[in-house]
């Protein structure tokens, strides 16, 4: 039986407006963040990923907003909440942002102020959320660093971001997210920063934490090695849209879209012969701005159709258990 989702995202569409007119950075995203598992959302840089990260917490910036579509917190409980009627500077979206969500942003040192020690501020987002006193809250922040790995705690929460490494830096960038016991965490880019070997480790204490507490995870990230490693369930995004979903196995054993399997092909092998030229995507990410008609990603699809690849706009991805994928392409949504 599956578990339920703790966050549904319904036909979310998501603008900005400038001079030259309106850029339409999500177009009608849809998926489930099941509860207790993570999920791996993919993509190009300029896919619209991290847009989405930022409109679950209404985070967008001027001159975006949210045009369409609904974010349901805990949609089958008593207390769902769609995310999209809160006032972003309300208190009630302030209470959801960062004690029922937490946020790992991709670089650190841009949640982090340097005019504050890490303490400091860690102890602030606890009593954000939880009614303590300073110094219970300052007890419970020396135990989040030693929860996320960070050694001699007690001494590390004197210490200002720009004494500790980049390793350390997102550890304490996963404490601030823990901060207010959220039920789902979203990272984004966690590890984009950080040397191979703090990768490993910080995705490892990741898993740790999401295994111990039961969170939901999503993962935002370009990596298909790390998507292979963490995730349970997968949506793939291209140019503001998710192209297709499924279990992580069936997406790396027989992926429907022609995007993942291209972005599959574009990954390392360590079976590959010597000098072998790694394969690549033709072209790239159009501009939100200038979409392509039809379907977003025929002027680099191997695979198109002819005409009505160019015209048409697949139907939006199922969100079954089995997934599926918005493609015209035969067998491509069963």
């Known amino acids: 039986m599956a578990e339920p989702s703790a966050l549904s995202i319904r036909d979310l569409a998501v603008q900005f407006r400038n001079e030259q007119g309106v850029i339409r950075a999500l177009d009608g995203v849809s998926f489930d963040l099941r509860a207790g598992q993570t999920l791996g959302i993919v993509g190009e840089s300029g896919c619209g990923k991290s847009v989405t990260a930022r409109s679950i917490l209404r985070l967008i910036d001027r001159p975006g907003r949210i045009t369409g579509g609904q974010i349901l917190l ?40 340097v005019h504050y020690t890490v303490g400091n501020q860690i102890i602030e987002a606890i009593r954000q959320h939880r009614d303590l006193s300073k110094a219970d809250a300052k007890a419970q922040a020396i135990a989040l660093l030693g929860e996320v790995g960070i050694p001699h705690p007690q001494r590390r929460i004197d210490a200002y971001p720009f ?7 997102q550890r304490v960038g996963i404490a601030m997210a823990l901060a207010g016991n959220p039920d789902i965490v979203i990272a984004d880019e966690p590890t984009t920063a950080l040397d191979v070997t703090t990768q490993a480790q910080i995705l490892g204490l990741l898993q740790r934490l999401q295994r111990e507490k039961g969170i939901a995870l999503m993962l935002i990230t370009h990596d298909m090695g790390v998507i292979a490693e963490m995730a349970d369930e997968v949506a793939v995004m291209y140019l503001g849209r ?8 069936r997406l790396f054993a027989a992926p429907r879209h022609p995007y993942t399997r291209a972005l599959l092909r574009a990954v390392p092998s360590i079976l590959a012969t010597p000098r072998q030229r790694l394969s690549t995507i033709g072209g790239a990410v159009p501009h939100p701005g200038l979409r392509p008609t039809g379907c977003s990603f025929h002027p680099r699809c191997t695979e198109m159709l002819g005409e009505r690849c160019r015209r048409e706009i697949p139907a939006s991805v199922p ?9 015209f392409l035969p067998g491509a949504s069963e």
């Open 319 to 327: 969100l079954g258990v089995s997934g599926g994928a918005s493609c």
């Open 242 to 249: 998710i192209v297709e979903t499924a279990p992580v196995e």
């Open 163 to 169: 004494e500790l490494s980049g390793g350390l830096r």
């Open 74 to 113: 805990d949609p089958a409980g008593p207390q769902a909440i769609d995310l999209t009627a809160l006032d972003p500077d309300s208190r009630q979206m302030q209470q959801v942002r960062g004690g029922r969500i937490g946020l790992i942003f991709q670089e650190p040192m841009t949640a982090l102020s």
